[in-house]
């Protein structure tokens, strides 16, 4: 029950209470950060209680890591293997991106589920902070992105994997694909809130697959038709996976053009450019909810 101090005759700053601007939001900022904590605290541990969901999330990139690499790797030939460059050392970052960009399908499929079982309607009926609920899924899926990350990486030096790059570019190398997760996560909440159910939302693949497989991630845009290869060139992906060679010390030669010449600055512009496209449209689209 709250108490108008005024009415009462008490003076609220004798009275201890901090009425400033400043003070209402910090509270504001509080609640938030702990109300986004507490749905991340939600799915970690729906993770606890069913391992399978996090086993597979986890299992698929170390599954790709060697297919790719020995399935595919031995017939594969790459700008700088007369140096002595293998295939495994053009694929490891590419397959760091690749996770990351499949990472919106899962992002998608949790936000679906959410919304088709009423939770996400149940969370808007509680007082808690508006957007805890969009804030919590993307703290959450960088939490999972820095666990596949640190899987992939412990199986791509077991692997023989060894990188050449200087410790502070190797951590910017893994700074820029966190970075395009981060837009990604805002492109899964929203198509996760469009999709009217979990079987559509697996049509997503559709989207996906041919958005990483157009791409540097493989092969070297130099290999492909003129037309696809400017096309591959200018996939944001195609910067990540280009700028994390370059700082992992794996630089590729590429075919002159400027997005190649200047993958690192794009590296860092594409996702601040996406993030700006689909952070507003995903808010807004939860929002818009059972309105």
């Known amino acids: 029950m709250s108490v108008d101090l005024k009415a009462a005759g008490v003076d609220p700053r004798a009275a201890g209470v901090d009425l400033s601007v400043e003070s209402a939001d910090r509270r504001r ?3 938030a950060l702990a109300d986004s904590w507490n ?3 939600r799915t970690l541990t729906h993770y606890q209680r069913q391992p399978v969901l996090i086993v597979w999330q986890l299992g698929f990139p170390i599954v790709s890591v060697l297919l790719y690499a020995y399935v595919f790797g031995g017939a594969m030939e790459v700008p700088g293997s007369e140096d002595g460059a293998t295939y495994r050392d053009f694929l490891m970052p590419g397959m760091f991106v690749m996770t990351m960009a499949f990472g919106l399908m899962n992002t998608a499929t949790s936000v ?3 919304a088709t079982k009423g939770v996400i309607d149940r969370f808007r009926s509680m007082p808690m902070a508006p957007s805890a609920v969009v804030a919590g899924r993307a703290v959450t899926d960088l939490l999972v992105a820095c666990a596949e990350l640190v899987i992939l990486a412990l199986t791509a ?5 060894r990188p050449d790059g200087e410790p502070l570019a190797m951590a910017g190398a893994f700074g ?4 395009l997760r981060f837009c990604l996560i805002w492109a899964g909440v929203w198509l996760g809130l469009l999709v009217p159910s979990p079987e559509a939302a697996g049509g997503l693949y559709a989207l ?3 958005f990483t497989m157009i791409s540097s991630i493989f092969v070297a845009t130099s290999s492909m038709p003129g037309w696809l290869g400017t096309l591959a060139a200018w996939n944001p992906i195609s910067s990540t996976g280009a700028a994390a060679r370059e700082l992992f010390g794996y630089p590729v030669a590429g075919d002159g053009s400027w997005i190649q010449d200047h993958a690192v600055v794009m590296a860092v512009v594409w996702p601040l450019v996406l993030t700006a496209v689909f952070l507003p449209l995903a808010v807004r689209r939860f ?4 309105r």
């Open 29 to 31: 900022l509080y609640w």
């Open 39 to 41: 749905v991340v605290r």
């Open 112 to 114: 679906v589920h959410d």
């Open 157 to 161: 030096l077991a692997m023989g994997w």
């Open 176 to 179: 820029l694909i966190l970075l």
């Open 208 to 210: 996906v697959f041919p």
């Open 287 to 290: 929002q818009g909810l059972s």
